[in-house]
């Protein structure tokens, strides 16, 4: 048996392909694993649960069915779909996980995260992320009607576009020193998460000992799966979602 681990599929109707694929992974694989662990950026944009959204009741209802056929599924909230709530974790039966957790996985411990946390070298991103992960913040936004939400939505995605396009790879990237930190700041050597879109399994050799750190795929052409199987077999895979 396996636990699967994807993120950063940043499904919107714009990509019915992708959400097709992503259906698919869960009727054809998923449905065979122990677990499911969505590290973030399942949704491109999300404005509040209470958005009226075919896209969005399409996937609650396929994630609802998996855990129906005994897989759990949890979710940890990426940059783009941050405010995912209870009510949507109450739809889709995921489990809201922190922004970091430590989980046993057939007896090995590893830390989870989205990885946006990791990019230091972006500190006005991370003054944006402070600012709007303010529970207050928060509030007043999700008390703003949806239409107006919506202008702020189109407004900051577009700003993110720009601003994206002129931050160096190395900036958009995690910052080697602040991925040791985390390991030890949770007696850690193994670690997964997204964000980055850039796939890898690195290894890193620290105080001595031989840490892995599992970057997941993006979404667009291929999907990206990161499994762990009972004997601790670890592979990163990416297939594509295309049926041919
Ligand atoms: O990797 C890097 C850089 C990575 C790129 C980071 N950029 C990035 O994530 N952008 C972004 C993310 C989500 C959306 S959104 O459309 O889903 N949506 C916008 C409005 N949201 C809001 C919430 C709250 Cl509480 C408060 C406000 C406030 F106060 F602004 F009105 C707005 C809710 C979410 C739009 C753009 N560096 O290393
Ligand atoms: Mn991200």
Redesign the pocket.
């Known amino acids: 048996m396996t636990t699967l681990f994807i993120a950063d599929l940043h499904l919107s109707e714009n990509e019915p392909a992708i959400t097709a694929g992503f259906l698919a992974f869960l009727q054809r694989e998923a449905i065979h694993a122990d677990a499911l662990y969505i590290l973030g950026d399942l949704f491109e ?3 509040g649960d209470d958005e009226p959204n075919t896209l969005h009741t399409q996937v609650a209802q396929a994630l609802s069915e998996l855990h129906d056929k005994g897989v759990p599924c949890y979710f940890i909230h990426g ?5 995912i709530g209870k009510r949507f974790a109450k739809q889709s039966k995921m489990t809201l996980l922190p922004e970091e957790l430590v989980i046993d996985v057939y007896g090995e411990k590893i830390l989870i995260l989205h990885g ?1 946390t990791l ?1 230091t070298d ?1 500190p006005g ?1 991370l003054r944006f992320r402070k ?2 992960r303010n529970p207050l ?2 509030k007043i ?1 999700l008390s703003l009607p949806l239409f107006l ?1 919506l202008k ?2 189109n407004k ?2 577009r700003q ?1 576009k720009l601003s ?1 396009r002129t ?1 160096s790879s190395v ?2 990237d995690v910052n080697q020193l602040a991925v040791i930190k985390k390991l030890q700041d949770h007696n850690v050597i193994y670690m997964v998460h997204g ?1 980055t879109h850039r796939p890898a399994i690195h290894d890193l050799t620290m105080d001595g000992q031989v840490s892995k750190r599992a970057v997941l795929g993006a979404w667009h052409d291929t999907g990206s799966v990161f499994k762990i199987d009972a004997d601790n077999n670890i592979e990163l895979i990416s297939f594509p979602l295309q049926e041919d």
Not at 79 to 83: A, M, S, T
Request: glycine share 0%; with cysteine; charged share 25%.
């Open positions: 944009f999300w404005i940059n783009r779909d941050f405010l946006d990019c972006d991103y600012y709007i913040i928060q936004f939400r702020i939505a900051l995605r993110s994206n931050k900036m958009m964000h």
